[in-house]
């Protein structure tokens, strides 16, 4: 049976894995304990201890051998544990075994731990085991890799060194401290932790993991049933970030199960993200979209939130421009504005000065038939230890064409506003990072960053620039997704490739090249640029700026334009509208 749960849990079972838990977990605490006598920290070793075998699983040889295994790792951590400068350790020189007429000394936690230190290590360890929910002599003996003649030895030889008052304050010393039912409560604690440090890394794969492993122990948990939800509702968000643009029916369960745990517990705002959320990302049919947006509407109106209802507003008008109804659309964008008027300011303003500038481009009208790219997008952006970090964005697009046609349609920035990696000030020309990034499929790509100071020239429309920071990098797909053939790894080939951006002190990207490793190259040059006031940073943030790009050696009758300008400008953000409308040849 155990061969069978391993198997079961190397294939991303986590119902599997949970169930060797709590098949092990008294015998993992009881080694725990039996080295470092310190309950608090034997379970905190017990919990960590499945945490490494969970990591470690895949390079197990043997599924039979997982028992003696797990406890060798539990022993190898504690002895790290022992070996730490900050550990507390109680002195066992002069040990004296007391009185029966001393018995309120006996029941000290103090004894019961220096009684247990005077025993050789092997004999606590069998004593441990023994005492500890009952393992058997045999039990015993499998775990600790030995024979059941040898445990009965160490059994009786550690019963016998200790005063029969004293083994019988062990065992119940060592019981009142063995893990129940809240071990596995702080092991599902546990995995949700290392699942949010994973989607920090972007390694949704083994992210999903975890969660899932969360969510398959809770139907067996013993506890209060609000905290049973609460746990449920932390780990199905964890699926539900994990799954996002990875696999879609994953997503969309795990977003109708968010439904219900919001409605069961009454919170009423997260409902209302969540229908919204299906509406826009769960391909669900017309008529049900429709009825969720409507609900989810209502449910933001009930709670007084104007900004929420006036995105959705915004997203509705969007679509009716794509249907042809320009001036249905300009009407609905109207209604946004009212809606925001006496609100702060925020990416949902943005947006709607996005809206405005894509008119501009289009003189008002659209044309459907040719439409390559087009976008309206409203991003709020932060000065951040000498960078520029976006912090929230809206956007609407609309995706026509080739992938070649997309290509052509690029904006100076790149996508090194994905990355948070934005040059305000002075960077070091000897800088390198490497980090993990964006992925369609559950493992991340990475990408390597360099910079090259005193570049140039690069000659432009908008002019020509010397002294240039050249900001250069390369993504790479992860190697777990080579010999993989999906959707998902066909955009991350996509994605993946060289980039370089060029930008001027005082003006920000003059040049963005981006040679995909599969795929068109993307190349846009600097056609104009409007600053009112001086501003000498890598990229200026100044009220009013603006950036007009176009594509380099686009084809015959082929137009594009991305512009992105500054409309509003707060103490510690600012905000950019960005449109990009182009078309592609008449046929």
């Not at 294939?11 to 080295?35: C, W």
């Not at 007429?101 to 731990?113: E, G, I, M, N, Q």
């Not at 421009?321 to 949902?348: K, S």
């Not at 994605?495 to 990207?509: I, T």
Request: proline letters at 5%; glycine letters at 6%.
């Amino acid at each position: 049976m155990v061969v069978e749960l391993v198997s079961r849990a190397r294939s991303g079972d986590a119902e599997a894995y949970t169930e060797l838990v709590r098949r092990f977990q008294d015998a993992v605490y009881a080694t725990a304990y039996q080295a470092v006598l310190d309950p608090e920290a034997a379970r905190d070793l017990a919990q960590d201890t499945f945490v490494r075998a969970y990591e470690a699983l895949g390079s197990l040889r043997d599924p039979a051998s997982f028992p003696g295994w797990v406890v060798r790792i539990c022993r190898n951590l504690a002895a790290s544990w022992l070996r730490r400068p900050d550990r507390a350790w109680v002195s066992i020189d002069g040990l004296h075994v007391p009185a029966p007429d001393v018995a309120p000394l006996v029941a000290s936690d103090d004894v019961v731990t220096r009684a247990l230190a005077a025993l050789p290590e092997e004999n606590r360890l069998a004593l441990s085991l023994f005492v500890v929910d009952g393992y058997t002599y045999d039990e015993v003996a499998r775990l600790t890799g030995t024979t059941t003649a040898a445990v009965r030895g160490r059994i009786h030889r550690a019963k016998r060194k200790l005063a029969a008052e004293v083994f019988g304050m062990v065992e119940e010393s060592v019981k009142a401290g063995a893990p129940d039912e809240t071990f596995t409560v702080r092991t599902v604690e546990e995995s949700l932790e290392r699942a949010s440090t994973l989607l920090g890394q972007q390694r949704k794969a083994e992210a999903r993991a975890a969660a899932e492993e969360a969510l398959a122990a809770l139907d067996r948990l013993e506890c209060a049933e609000e905290e049973k939800v609460g746990l449920r509702r932390r780990t199905v968000s964890a699926v539900r970030a994990a799954t996002f643009l990875v696999d879609s029916p994953r997503y969309i369960e795990a977003t109708r199960e968010h439904l219900r745990l919001c409605e069961e517990t009454g919170d009423t705002e997260g409902l209302a993200h969540s229908l919204q959320d299906l509406a826009y990302y769960g391909h669900v049919p017309e008529p049900e979209k429709e009825a969720l947006i409507d609900r989810a509407m209502a449910l933001f109106r009930s709670l007084g939130r104007s900004d929420r209802v006036a995105q959705d507003i915004c997203f509705r008008g969007w679509d009716r421009l794509l249907a042809g109804d320009p001036d249905e659309a300009t009407a609905l964008f109207g209604r946004a504005r009212d809606l925001l008027r006496d609100e702060p300011y925020c990416v949902g303003h943005a947006l709607l000065a996005a809206y405005d500038l894509f008119f501009d481009l289009c003189d008002r009208a659209p044309d459907l038939e040719r439409g390559a790219l087009w976008r309206a997008q409203g991003m709020a952006l932060a000065p951040e230890k000498g960078r520029i970090v976006p912090k929230g964005s809206l956007a609407n697009n609309y995706y026509g064409g080739t992938h070649r046609d997309w290509a052509l349609c690029g904006e100076g920035f790149g996508s090194f506003w994905f990355w948070m990696w934005l040059p305000r000030a002075d960077v070091p020309s000897d800088l390198v990072e490497e980090f993990p990034t964006f992925s369609h499929t559950g493992n991340p790509t990475v990408t390597r960053l360099w910079v090259e100071t005193g570049v140039g020239p690069v000659s432009t429309p908008a002019g020509e620039f010397r002294d240039c920071l050249l900001v250069r990098s390369t993504t790479r797909e992860s190697p777990k997704d080579e010999g993989t053939e999906s959707k998902q790894r066909g955009f991350n080939r996509m994605w993946c490739g060289e980039r370089s951006l060029w930008l001027a002190r005082g003006v920000g990207p003059v040049e963005y090249r981006h040679e995909r490793f599969y795929g068109p190259l993307e190349h846009c040059i600097l056609t104009r640029f409007e600053c009112p006031q001086r501003d000498d940073a890598w990229v200026p943030l100044t009220l009013g700026t603006r950036w007009e790009w176009s594509p380099v050696n686009a084809p015959a009758g082929f137009q594009a334009t991305a512009v992105r300008q500054i409309v509003y400008v707060a103490e510690d953000q600012a905000y950019t509208a960005h449109a990009i409308y182009s078309l592609r040849p008449e046929a």
